[in-house]
């Protein structure tokens, strides 16, 4: 009767060694786990070309028009854009405040609360029916809103 050969079992110390390694190995190559596959900080590349010219475009009309009407649709398509990166990066919510709200830990606390400040006109702009502000005053508030996006 042939003997059976017996599989391979490790020690505990060998499980324990191999463990050890694994966790250090992970320790060392997680800061690059967002530089893999064309992404960074979980934006991939095709979607930052995508915000930049959606924010050139914003600029542009923020540079030449002097239309009211023009100027508060700047605001709000600011507005939507900033709302778009907050998705794409991860933050949880069912609106734009509850992401930003999720987001505050990881925003500067000046850019934290230009975004606010932007974002409270965008909402007076589409809730308020008689909200006026001057020409001025609507580029600041889309302006404070796109220099988030500079940021990803």
Do not use: C
Request: net charge positive; aromatic share 10%.
């Amino acid at each position: 009767m042939a003997k059976r050969r017996k599989e391979y079992e490790p020690t505990m110390l060998e499980t324990i060694i191999s463990g050890l390694f694994k966790a250090i190995w992970w320790l060392l190559t997680l800061p690059f786990k967002g530089f893999q596959r064309g992404k960074r900080g979980g934006i991939s590349v095709q979607d930052r070309n995508n915000i930049a010219a959606k924010r050139n475009e914003i600029v542009t009309i923020l540079q030449n028009s002097q239309s009211p009407i023009e100027l508060r649709h700047a605001v709000s398509e600011a507005d939507k854009l900033v709302d778009y990166a907050l998705q794409i990066k991860g933050y949880a919510g069912n609106t734009m405040a509850d992401r930003l709200k999720n987001a505050r830990d990881y925003i500067d606390r000046d850019m934290y609360n230009e975004i606010w400040d932007g974002h409270i006109v965008r909402n007076k702009i589409a809730h308020q029916q008689d909200f006026e502000l001057q020409n001025s005053e609507y580029k600041v508030a889309a302006n404070k809103l796109l220099n988030y996006l500079k940021t990803l």
